[in-house]
């Protein structure tokens, strides 16, 4: 079974309007990690935010935040004023206390921002 | 400044050649990763490093070696290369710690073998 699905292969947004982009996964475990990462067109991983599954709040990292319903097992990515630069395909990636220190990744999300 | 490099940048190369991709990290990481990214995008984990020990060895064929001469190092040979094995390998890196250890990527290695 697929533990973390991304169900928008791609998805659209105007310049400056917020996107939500969805994570929902699978997991056993009572102790794991939820990451995005952004990968530009150049090719290289830049990791985004972390949410763990303790964690009370919401993580925020400047425009972005985590959008995080534990009991429906899902992790959404929000980006506030999309800016043109956000054009990238986004990864959701859980890393599970049983599983070491081993990130499943989702299939990505390609993000294309419109001005 | 680099945080994760690797080395080199591309690769081509033919069919049933040897290769290596070298990894170098100068973050005082503990933990070090390949994981291979294939054409539809899909980002797989291969090998997991901490302090020259293997700890992940995901179903990967035994062409695929790794190997950590310290822990700021990982590198990885491939033997007989197939066209299968084209794709991009990152490297990454990170403390082994807690769950909440992020994973620092290198700009990846993108193989074509013909």
């Known amino acids: 079974a697929q533990k973390i699905t991304q169900t928008q292969p791609g998805m659209f947004v105007q310049e400056k309007e917020a996107v939500t982009l969805d994570c929902t996964y699978d997991?056993?475990?009572?102790?794991?990690?939820l990451f995005w990462y952004k990968q530009p067109s150049s090719g290289e991983m830049i990791f985004l935010i972390y949410?763990?599954?303790?964690?009370?709040q919401n993580a925020t990292e400047g425009r972005y935040s985590l959008n995080f319903q534990k009991a429906r097992k899902s992790a959404n990515l929000v980006i506030s004023a999309s800016q043109l630069g956000d054009s990238a395909m986004y990864f959701c990636a859980m890393r599970e206390r049983t599983s070491g220190s081993r990130l499943t990744f989702g299939e990505g999300t390609q993000l294309t921002v419109n001005p | 400044d680099t945080a994760v490099s690797q080395t080199p940048k591309y690769l081509v190369t033919q069919m049933g050649n040897d290769k290596s991709i070298k990894c170098e990290q100068n973050?005082?990481?503990?933990?070090m990763y390949w994981y291979k990214q294939d054409s539809k995008k899909f980002l797989k984990i291969m090998f997991s490093?901490?302090?020259?020990?293997?700890?992940i060895n995901e179903t990967v064929p035994n062409r695929f070696s790794p190997k950590s001469p310290d822990k700021a190092h990982l590198n990885l040979h491939i033997n007989s290369l197939e066209l299968g094995d084209s794709a991009v390998y990152f490297c990454?890196?990170?403390?082994?710690?807690?769950?909440?250890?992020?994973?620092?990527f290198g700009p990846g290695t993108r193989l074509l073998v013909l």
């Open positions: 490093y901490n302090n020259k020990e293997l700890i």
């Open positions: 990454a890196s990170s403390l082994r710690g807690g769950l909440k250890e992020t994973q620092y």
């Open positions: 973050l005082g990481h503990d933990t």
């Open positions: 949410q763990g599954s303790y964690d009370e």
């Open positions: 997991t056993s475990d009572q102790s794991y990690g």
